[in-house]
C-alpha cells in the first residue's frame, strides 16, 4: 500500500521561510513525476511544483507556478524516498494546505494537473501571517 507522508507546515511570518518534505512508503518513486500543490479555503486545489526525471539528461526536470517561482524550490532524495518543498519570502497569499502527489506516469514531464497524479497525501497546514 502506497502512502504519502507531509510534514514540516506551520506558522510563519511574512518573508519567513519553512520547508516540507514528504517521504512515500509501498514503492520507490526516485524515476516518476512528483510534485507540490496547494488548496487555499473555498478555492480549488491548485500546482505548486513538480520534479521529473529526465533520462536522457540523467538529471530531474523542475517545474514552478509562475505564483512562486524564483521563491520556491523543489528537491527529493532518493535514498529516503522523500521529496521536499523549500519556500522562502513567504507571504500570507501562500497560506493553504499543502499537499503531496506521485504520479506514475513514467516518462512524462511537467505534470500540473491534479487528475495526472495517482496518489497523494493527506496535507499539511501553512499559514504565513502578515
Known amino acids: 500500500q502506497v502512502q504519502l507522508v507531509e510534514s514540516g507546515g506551520g506558522l510563519v511570518q511574512a518573508g519567513g521561510s519553512l520547508r516540507l518534505s514528504c517521504t512515500a512508503s509501498g514503492r520507490t518513486f526516485s524515476n516518476y513525476p512528483m510534485g507540490w500543490f496547494r488548496q487555499a479555503p473555498g478555492k480549488e486545489r491548485e500546482f505548486v511544483a513538480t520534479s521529473s526525471w529526465n533520462p536522457g539528461r540523467t538529471y530531474y526536470a523542475d517545474s514552478y507556478a509562475d505564483s512562486v517561482k524564483g521563491r520556491f524550490t523543489i528537491s527529493r532524495d532518493n535514498a529516503k524516498n522523500t521529496v521536499y518543498l523549500q519556500m522562502n519570502s513567504l507571504n500570507p497569499e501562500d497560506t493553504a494546505v499543502y499537499y503531496c502527489?506521485?504520479?506514475?506516469?513514467?516518462?512524462?514531464?511537467?505534470?500540473?494537473?491534479?487528475?495526472?497524479?495517482?496518489?497523494w497525501g493527506q496535507g499539511t497546514q501553512v499559514t504565513v501571517s502578515s
Open positions: 502527489a506521485a504520479s506514475l506516469r513514467l516518462m512524462s514531464s511537467r505534470l500540473v494537473r491534479v487528475d495526472e497524479y495517482d496518489y
